[in-house]
């Protein structure tokens, strides 16, 4: 089972930039299918940008469209998620998740997932 560890997330006022990566181990993630996905208190999941291997094609949700950015390295195995305008809105634990095989905006197509890191926006 590949397992999938996310990094990058912390604290940034209003307006400012953070970029998070998903490194993952134990298998590649060549060939699969890659989402990020946000949790606020409170909040359901919530679909945030998903990266095809089939073309590289993206989508993303229409809160962050315009703002972040996807992108994969699979020499690194890794998916990555730059984040330009960050807004109090945005605070959430933003989880990285892999192989979905049909509906890459939803969460229970996905087959494994990381443990988060938080991302908090001050205002």
């Known amino acids: 089972q590949v397992q999938l560890v996310e990094s990058g997330g912390g604290l940034v006022q209003a307006g400012g930039s953070l970029s998070l990566s998903c490194a993952a181990s134990?298998?590649?993630?060549?060939?699969?299918?890659m989402g990020w996905f946000r949790q606020a208190p409170g909040k359901e999941r919530e679909f945030v940008a998903a990266?095809?291997?089939?073309?590289?094609?993206?989508n993303y949700a229409d809160s962050v469209k315009g703002r972040f950015t996807i992108s994969r390295d699979n020499a690194k195995n890794t998916v990555y998620l730059q984040m330009n305008n960050l807004q109090p809105e945005d605070t959430a634990v933003y989880y990285c998740?892999?192989?979905?095989?049909?509906?890459?905006?939803?969460?229970?197509?996905?087959?494994?997932w990381g443990q988060g890191t938080q991302v908090t926006v001050s205002s």
């Open positions: 134990g298998g590649t993630i060549a060939t699969t299918n």
């Open positions: 990266i095809r291997w089939t073309g590289g094609s993206t």
């Open positions: 998740a892999g192989d979905s095989r049909r509906w890459l905006n939803r969460a229970d197509d996905y087959y494994y």
